[in-house]
């Protein structure tokens, strides 16, 4: 069966340092992958999608960054953390990005707070 | 554009009571249509879906209809548990293939 692993669980990094948040699916191949954000009190967004290793689309300019260096592994990565980066990161991958009409499978998610 | 209006929570019910959580949504084109749970602690879940106008979905006793006419996709629940505490989320599908989420609605309930 499908899988998705996503850590850390919480996070609490300063401003200015780096971020890496990591991402990996098990039991599928090539899947089509997603980051997104959930900020307080707002819905999720989307902030990154990849079709495919290397193959990065970003949605919303800002001070993030992503990485597909293996088929099955996604990664969220910022250089220098900012204060309104604070929010509940959640990776998803689906099978086709039409979707298919059977949703996204999400990970549990990361809660980071920058302080 | 595309975008999902929620019903702003929380919401808080006794065990056994009726649950609506209501859901609208703007979209071009024919969406498909979603409801996501997050229990404490986990991260999303599909808990059902509707593929085209009129298509009912259902799962763990909560249901959803898709109604092109009024563009509103509500959840309801006639007996909810303790254990059906946690954050919904509706969502809808696009023809580009985004997925666009609503704010989320927190759900208590209490015994």
């Known amino acids: 069966s499908q899988t998705i692993h996503q850590w850390p669980a919480t996070l609490v990094q300063p401003v200015g340092s780096p971020l890496s948040l990591e991402c990996t699916v098990e039991g599928t191949s090539n899947p089509n992958l997603y980051w997104y954000r959930q900020a307080a009190g707002r819905g999720l967004q989307l902030l990154f999608y990849?079709?495919?290793?290397?193959?990065i689309s970003s949605e919303v300019p800002q001070n993030l960054s992503a990485s597909r260096p293996q088929d099955r592994q996604f990664i969220l990565s910022s250089k220098k953390l900012l204060l309104s980066d604070s929010g509940f990161y959640l990776c998803?991958?689906?099978?086709?990005?039409?979707?298919?009409?059977?949703?996204?499978?999400f990970g549990s998610g990361t809660r980071l707070t920058v302080v | 554009g595309n975008s999902v209006t929620q019903m702003e929570g929380p919401v808080t019910l006794s065990e056994e009571a009726f649950l609506t959580i209501n859901c609208t949504y703007t979209?071009?084109?024919?969406?498909?249509l979603f409801w996501y749970v997050q229990y404490p602690g986990e991260g999303l879940q599909l808990l059902l879906k509707a593929t085209k106008a009129d298509d009912k979905g259902s799962n763990k006793g909560f249901e959803a209809t898709y109604r092109k006419e009024t563009t509103s996709f509500h959840l309801e629940k006639g007996s909810v548990q303790v254990s059906d505490s946690a954050v919904y989320f509706c969502?809808?599908?696009?023809?580009?293939?985004?997925?666009?989420f609503g704010t989320g609605t927190r759900l208590t309930v209490i015994p």
């Open positions: 969502a809808l599908l696009t023809g580009a293939n985004n997925l666009f």
């Open positions: 979209a071009t084109g024919y969406p498909s």
């Open positions: 998803a991958w689906s099978v086709t990005r039409t979707g298919g009409g059977y949703g996204y499978t």
């Open positions: 990849s079709v495919g290793i290397g193959q």
